[in-house]
């Protein structure tokens, strides 16, 4: 589920069980990234695309006694899938090394007024 509002965008996943059991993951945005301290927010802040920071949590336990940690596993599997992209757009740009995309534009005597 995404929750939007004009001050930010967090994502929730996750479930929550009759017995009151409940699995949740969060990805929350960070306003301000200057502020965070990076050796202890090592491994849990992620950049986005757009340059806003990231941060995953999950909230396991039942609703009178959770516990709110940092999501490892989703940060890993983001970052493998950020490897990934960059190794394929690596590879694209060998591909391409040393050859430039021409375009060829044919003009006609029609956009020319040579009357002029």
Do not use: C
């Amino acid at each position: 589920m995404e929750v939007k509002t004009n001050v930010t965008t967090i994502q929730v996943s996750g479930t929550h069980q009759f017995d009151q059991h409940i699995d949740y993951r969060v990805i929350a945005p960070l306003r301000n990234k200057n502020k965070i301290d990076p050796d202890e927010a090592f491994g849990a802040v992620e950049e986005d695309g757009t340059g806003k920071a990231k941060i995953f949590l999950k909230i396991t336990g039942t609703t009178d006694k959770y516990e709110v940690s940092y999501d490892k596993a989703a940060v890993k599997k983001k970052i493998v899938s950020d490897l990934k992209k960059e190794v394929q757009e690596l590879k694209d740009a060998f591909k391409l090394k040393g050859q430039k995309k021409k375009k060829e534009l044919e003009l006609t005597d029609e956009e020319f007024d040579w009357d002029n």
